[in-house]
């Protein structure tokens, strides 16, 4: 009777359970002081060199050690899906971690980085050289559009680096990898665009001052009423009554007034007419005294006179009662 061989048949899962626990931990993945590439690549040399080949393992031992931070960036690049779901492999987790992190899209950042690395002062040589090294490993040298137009590769980096113009080197920057076709679009475009803001701002400026000088005129003929009222006022004949230009004499108040200078009734003195012939100068007036005045009555006419006995003589007067 044959006998079985216990040792081929159950010892697979212990020794596989046995090999994971002894394996050392990954250290957790830091941007800030290593790059994704580096982090992948040690994680291949991981795996190998401890034999792991299942992407199931691969999986767990990456999720487990990768860290916090990447864990909760692997959740929203993987969402709406589970990182626990089985359709979530290993390979898909690092092409996607491979997307995020991707070098060649910063081409035109790194190499403005790259050329604007000077060297410190007190720096070693060796440190500066690294971090030169460090730079060049992601500016494309070998893999961008360019990698086989080495003169147009160095006119779009100088287009980059040597412009003093910021708003064409943020629009430069802001391309992957761009030719030296596209590259010199960009920056007619952004030139063009800059002339444009430009022309429109000046415009507006001149704009606002023209609305500012007409808003001025418009406040000072606001401001100034008063002479195109006067303008607009009735100037009438001076009033024989009283002698203002503001009104006809039918409407004056002093037609009935009784006058200081001559005692006639109809004017003031001011405008009486016999302080005025008194006035001018070099007339003679001559006077006489009044004795006796004779009163005759006549039938009634077209106008009021009066009979008076002047020097022996009888005179007829036209009485002056100021109306006309």
Same mark, same amino acid.
């Given at each position: ?15 596989s359970?046995?090999?994971f ?49 990447t ?20 390979n ?55 990698a086989?137009?080495?003169?147009d ?20 920057l ?40 007409i808003e ?16 607009? &006022?009735?100037?009438?004949?001076? +009033?024989? *009554? =009283?002698?203002?230009?503001? !009104? @006809?004499?039918?409407? /004056? &108040?002093?037609?009935?007034?009784? +006058?200081? *200078? =001559?005692?006639?009734?109809? !004017? @003031?003195?001011?405008? /009486? ?52």
């Amino acid at each position: 009777m044959a006998k079985s061989n216990p040792t081929t048949t159950s010892t697979s899962a212990p020794t596989s359970t046995a090999t994971f626990s002894s394996i050392p931990a990954l250290h957790a993945f830091d941007s800030r002081s290593t790059t994704w590439q580096s982090y992948r690549d040690r994680i291949n040399f991981y795996f190998k060199a401890n034999r792991i080949v299942h992407e199931d393992d691969k999986k767990a031992l990456f999720l487990w050690s990768v860290g916090d931070s990447t864990y909760s960036l692997l959740e929203s690049l993987v969402s709406p899906r589970l990182l626990t779901d089985e359709s979530s492999g290993f390979n898909d987790l690092v092409k996607l971690l491979d997307v995020h992190y991707d070098a060649t899209k910063n081409i035109m950042t790194s190499t403005y980085d790259f050329y604007s690395c000077h060297q410190k002062p007190g720096q070693p040589f060796a440190e500066w050289k690294a971090e030169l090294c460090e730079k060049l490993r992601y500016c494309g040298f070998t893999t961008s559009v360019l990698a086989t137009k080495s003169q147009d590769r160095a006119l779009r980096d100088m287009y980059v680096i040597g412009t003093n113009n910021p708003k064409i080197r943020q629009a430069l920057l802001k391309e992957q990898d761009p030719d030296l076709e596209k590259a010199e679009k960009i920056i007619q475009i952004a030139e063009r665009l800059e002339q444009d803001v430009l022309h429109f701002g000046n415009s507006c400026s001149v704009t606002n001052m023209s609305v500012a000088k007409i808003e001025q005129k418009k406040t000072y003929a606001v401001r100034s009423p008063l002479p195109v009222k006067a303008s607009s &006022k009735i100037i009438h004949p001076p +009033c024989q *009554s =009283c002698g203002s230009t503001n !009104h @006809l004499r039918s409407n /004056c &108040k002093f037609r009935e007034f009784v +006058c200081n *200078s =001559c005692q006639r009734s109809g !004017h @003031l003195a001011r405008v /009486c007419r016999q302080n005025k012939q008194v006035k001018k100068p070099g007339k003679h007036i001559q006077t006489s005294s009044l004795k006796y005045i004779t009163h005759r009555q006549q039938p009634a006419t077209g106008t009021a006179t009066i009979s008076l006995h002047v020097n022996g003589q009888d005179c007829t007067f036209e009485i002056d009662t100021g109306a006309y």
